[in-house]
């Protein structure tokens, strides 16, 4: 019996993993709010108890911050979980923490044809590096290589390097935010929050009066409530999805790039599945591919989006099994 966890600021994923052919089996998988507990440790206990955790062979925590030496804090939420103490706290033998975005890249080795919508099918190939980006509560990155049996996956922050406007739109977009923000990242604008940046930003452009939508965002209903909103025809929360998709491409075409990803973009996340229309409509491929001289080779590169609600699960289990 194996543990895969998926911790993120708002959500935190649990399931028993097991080994299936080549790939993982999630099994009595979990959701709990963090908003819930006072602790990562607090859920864990609960997991424990609820699905009837006995022994356990491994662990393996994807968790939504730069992780160093088995220990991580949170990026978005005041946690701090360590290797060591979670493993001396509840008995486990094996404990390994990677980054979220660590853990997604290595469930992409998992996934099936119906897991994935092709946004652009490129021209593939084996050999090539691959991207898995996706925004969420924030906005993670890694990069993997082909390495014999598997991939070698590497993580970091790319979140939250700066984000590079290309249209006069955009440049209006970055100084209005950084004259609030100071430093105006990826994450600002390609996440949860960012949609609602995006929305601001638009509003104050606008002399359109209050809507109830903007009656909704002052009760805190976030960017279900803009994306709803824009569903049902309000133009400015139109507007600001719009301009969300094209950022998200262009941002996405900057990672392809930096590391010729022929192997394929993975764009997984909580927000994709639901904007896969809007995804599809042009605004993200136009962002990724508008590389001057280098437009072309963009189209070189396959861009899938990932429908699969648990990626960070599959490839935590794939880890946990991989590290016993």
Not at 87 to 110: H, Q, Y
Not at 114 to 136: C, H, K
Request: aromatic letters at 8%; charged letters at 20%.
């Amino acid at each position: 019996m194996f543990i895969a966890v998926d911790v993120g600021a708002t959500k935190t994923l649990f399931a028993l993993a097991g080994p299936a052919g080549r790939g993982v089996r999630l099994h009595d998988e979990r959701r709990y709010e963090d908003d819930a507990f006072a602790s990562f440790e607090a859920m864990a206990a609960r997991y424990v108890e609820e699905a009837g955790v006995r022994a356990v062979r491994g662990v393996c925590i994807g968790a939504a911050g730069p992780v160093a030496a088995g220990r991580v804090r949170l990026t978005n939420r005041d946690w701090t979980l360590d290797a060591d103490a979670l493993a001396a706290r509840f008995g486990w033998p094996c404990v390994v923490i990677v980054n979220d975005f660590a853990a997604a890249a290595s469930g992409v080795a998992a996934l099936g044809p119906g897991d994935l919508a092709t946004l652009q099918s490129g021209e593939p190939g084996a050999e090539g590096a691959r991207v898995v980006l996706g925004a969420g509560s924030g906005l993670g990155v890694a990069y993997a290589w082909p390495a014999a049996p598997g991939w070698r996956v590497v993580a970091g922050e790319g979140g939250h390097a700066g984000f590079a406007p290309e249209t006069e739109r955009q440049e209006r977009l970055a100084a209005w935010w950084r004259s609030r923000l100071g430093h105006v990242s990826a994450e600002s604008l390609v996440s949860g929050p960012g949609i609602e940046r995006l929305y601001a930003f638009e509003r104050a452009q606008s002399a359109a009066p209050a809507s109830a939508l903007d009656a909704a965002l002052a009760r805190g209903e976030g960017s279900a409530a803009i994306t709803a909103a824009a569903d049902a025809g309000d133009p400015l929360a139109a507007a600001a999805l719009d301009l969300f998709v094209e950022c998200y491409g262009q941002i996405a075409g900057d990672h392809a790039l930096a590391v010729m990803a022929t192997g394929g973009v993975y764009v997984a996340g909580g927000i994709a599945p639901k904007l896969l229309s809007r995804l599809r409509a042009g605004g993200f491929l136009r962002g990724f591919c508008a590389k001057g001289p280098q437009t072309a080779l963009m189209a070189r590169f396959p861009v899938h989006v990932v429908t699969h609600p648990a990626l960070g699960l599959l490839g935590a289990g794939i880890i946990a099994m991989q590290g016993e």
